[in-house]
């Protein structure tokens, strides 16, 4: 029963969409891809992108305007000297039981939210509807614009400009229309639209120009307005992705099109001009093909000599210069290739195999890959996990790979034991030298009620945390990983202690980028902070409640707090950046699915601004013994005392310092064709090499040169 009343809960879900989602600056547009796949882009990165492009047109509220509402609410909240007042919160009742809400915070300098609530599948014969709510004091209330400003549209999505925080475009895919606003939808302009706007991405300079695409044409025709979706004419035929160019390697106009050829195979094209004068062919014969920051990516299907089977290939172009085959260790068949991240000049590539699912990293090329771990936790549709039970939720490639915000090459991923997908079959494991060497997560010595935890290594005991994996698994909501540059070193997680993940699971918090862990919350939680990290909120998941427990000691301590409503509750989110003090909670009635939108400003609660006395100093290997550097630095943060109870403000600027220090063995890794051997941290010979296959295979050597071998 209670399982059924958790499937019940996940039906209702909380779609949010960050700022410039569309726009994001290396999304692919289009169709699926087949053999190459993308992590979706971080929270962070999309949050990053949107909020820094943004510029308030002249048109537009002033600036001075804006500023005096900040200022009058903050005067409100002021505290008086040594003196701490409760959390403020206020419900809002948005009478809609639509099942699905997608939320979106306009950016810094504005108060203006817009929520469209939705049925989750629209189809043309059924009778879905749509409310689209526009709140214009930051979630204090909300007012319904649809049926006075848009009458007869089903929204299916909507679109918000890079340049201007004003400018949205709405989407009804039923009918084949859009509508915009450019003033916050104070005013809306509806248009016919010549196709399914199915997808609308929008261009990162200029807000009157939008690319266009209906998935389900038979062309695969590529649509661009110049005039704000007023109008519309065919770019391109045969489109299968599309991508704009990433500044600065390319230019604000900079197209990338993958144009399918009647073979099933794809061309590459760029063009700086919309087609106008003249394009380059970047490649052909392309499988897939896709984009991501200074990278470019493409498979290619080869028939090598001798083989009767064609073979994937994986090409890679590094800052836009010439397409380069990728070089894995190994004869092993490349099946499909996944990438997780592809950050500071190095990409991780989840690769395929015939029965598992290997983990590399690439040198700064993107080129040559060696082996960082094998069996790592990925699902494919039409791939590895595809008869597993995973497919019956999910039909999006997914890997638990995540990236620690904040800190240089720390990443967490799950780990299969062997070939099967279950709970008590995976484990978390840990890197801080960005993949060089694996570690399991150090428990917590205490529980949350200071009893002692017997966990021991020798024992396979570890804490493990729960990804997309793992989540599915035990039907939680969406509580994932959590970790945000404006707070390096915080990392908040659901998770359980013992030999594999198939236990009950609480919430885990490491202040020291994951090196040490404590219990903080028992049970499954919603948990978010804020105040760059210096205040946190919790809820339970899914369960009737009508409070909320905040923390302003890093989980030291809770303090409860009653709301005015009791809800179920799907969901916490707060203005990305997580530099706020103000979240929002998403949940129902308790007798009836309705939407209940409760502000909650923790702000009154941290009291006065921080002053010098109340920050210190933190380096993340302070907390790993003898690791005095972290891949060739030593990185020291800015960081609020645990205890002291202040106000960090949406405009502290966290001291950051750097400086190089000698190289050590985390700093190295494997020659391609080798492994690092766990137990002694030597690089080994991959078992190909010693079976008589040489890493030089992949070197030309003329006739009297010579060339290096590698010792690993």
Not at 462 to 468: E, I, M, P
Not at 514 to 540: M, P
Request: hydrophobic content about 35%.
């Amino acid at each position: 029963m209670a399982m059924l009343l958790q499937l019940k809960f996940l039906l209702v879900w909380i779609c949010i969409l960050m700022v410039s989602l569309p726009q994001s600056h290396s999304r692919r547009y289009g169709l699926k891809s087949k053999t190459l796949h993308f992590s979706p882009l971080s929270e962070e990165e999309r949050i990053g992108l949107g909020m820094r492009r943004m510029v308030k047109p002249e048109r537009q509220t002033s600036d001075s305007v804006v500023d005096g509402d900040q200022l009058l609410r903050e005067k409100r909240l002021a505290v008086p000297p040594g003196e701490h007042l409760p959390p403020i919160s206020q419900s809002v009742h948005l009478n809609d039981s639509h099942h699905q809400l997608i939320v979106h915070w306009a950016g810094e300098g504005s108060d203006v939210l817009v929520a469209l609530a939705r049925d989750i599948d629209q189809k043309l014969d059924s009778q879905s509807t749509s409310k689209l709510f526009f709140s214009y004091d930051y979630g204090e209330s909300f007012a319904e614009k649809q049926t006075e400003k848009l009458p007869g549209m089903v929204i299916n999505h909507f679109y918000n400009s890079p340049i201007y925080n004003s400018h949205y475009v709405f989407t009804d895919t039923m009918h084949n229309k859009t509508a915009t606003t450019n003033d916050y939808g104070k005013t809306f302009r509806m248009h016919p639209s010549p196709f399914k706007p199915d997808q609308i991405s929008m261009h990162s300079a200029n807000a009157d120009y939008l690319l266009g695409f209906d998935e389900d044409d038979s062309e695969k025709r590529l649509w661009i307005s110049k005039d704000f979706g007023a109008t519309w004419h065919v770019l391109q035929y045969g489109v299968k992705s599309y991508f704009w160019g990433i500044t600065p390697y390319d230019s604000a106009d900079t197209i990338y099109l993958e144009r399918q050829d009647p073979n099933k195979l794809s061309t590459v094209l760029r063009t700086e001009d919309f087609f106008t004068i003249d394009h380059t062919v970047i490649m052909e014969s392309v499988v897939d093909f896709e984009v991501r920051d200074n990278y470019m990516f493409a498979t290619k299907k080869v028939k090598l000599l001798g083989a009767t089977n064609e073979t994937l290939q994986l090409w890679v172009s590094y800052n836009r210069g010439p397409f380069v085959r990728a070089i894995f260790p190994g004869d092993q068949p490349e099946l499909d290739y996944y990438i997780p991240d592809a950050s500071e000049d190095q990409v991780f590539a989840c690769v395929t195999h015939s029965n598992k699912t290997d983990l590399y990293i690439s040198d700064v090329q993107g080129t040559h890959f060696v082996l960082s771990l094998e069996n790592i936790m990925y699902f494919n549709p039409e791939g590895a996990g595809k008869d597993s039970f995973v497919s019956l939720f999910v039909d999006e490639t997914f890997a638990d790979f995540h990236k620690v915000e904040g800190l240089r090459g720390v990443y967490i991923v799950s780990q299969v034991k062997s070939g099967r997908f279950s709970l008590d079959n995976t484990i978390s494991l840990i890197t801080f030298d960005k993949g060089g060497i694996w570690e399991r997560l150090t428990p917590p010595r205490l529980d949350i009620n200071g009893k002692s935890i017997d966990c021991r290594s020798v024992q396979n005991c570890s804490l493990h945390l729960t990804q997309k994996f793992a989540q599915l698994y035990q039907m939680q909501g969406p509580m994932p990983i959590l970790s945000k540059k404006s707070a390096p070193g915080l990392v908040i997680a659901t998770g359980t202690v013992g030999t594999s993940l198939k236990r009950d699971t609480d919430v885990y918090l490491s202040t020291t980028g994951g090196s040490t862990w404590f219990q903080v919350l028992e049970g499954n939680n919603f948990v978010s902070f804020g105040d760059h990290g210096g205040i946190f909120i919790a809820a339970k998941q899914f369960a009737k409640t009508n409070e909320i427990k905040y923390s302003w000691n890093e989980g030291k301590t809770w303090e409860n707090h009653l709301l005015s409503d009791e809800m179920h509750v799907y969901g916490i989110l707060t203005e990305p950046g997580e530099k706020t003090t103000v979240f929002t909670l998403f949940g129902s009635k308790v007798d009836a699915h309705q939407w209940i939108l409760t502000k909650v400003d923790l702000r009154p609660v941290l009291g006065n601004n921080c002053t010098d006395e109340e920050y210190k100093t933190w380096a993340p290997s302070d907390d790993r013994p003898g690791d005095h550097c972290l891949l060739g630095s030593k990185m020291t943060f800015e960081r609020r005392e645990t205890f002291a109870r202040c106000f960090n403000g949406k405009n502290y600027d966290r001291e950051i310092s750097s400086t190089n220090c000698s190289c050590t063995r985390e700093d190295f890794e494997c020659d391609m064709g080798y492994y690092i051997n766990p137990m002694t941290e030597e690089c080994m010979a991959h078992p190909y090499l010693e079976t008589g296959k040489k890493v030089d295979d992949y070197i030309i050597c003329r006739e009297g040169k010579s060339v290096a071998v590698s010792q690993g």
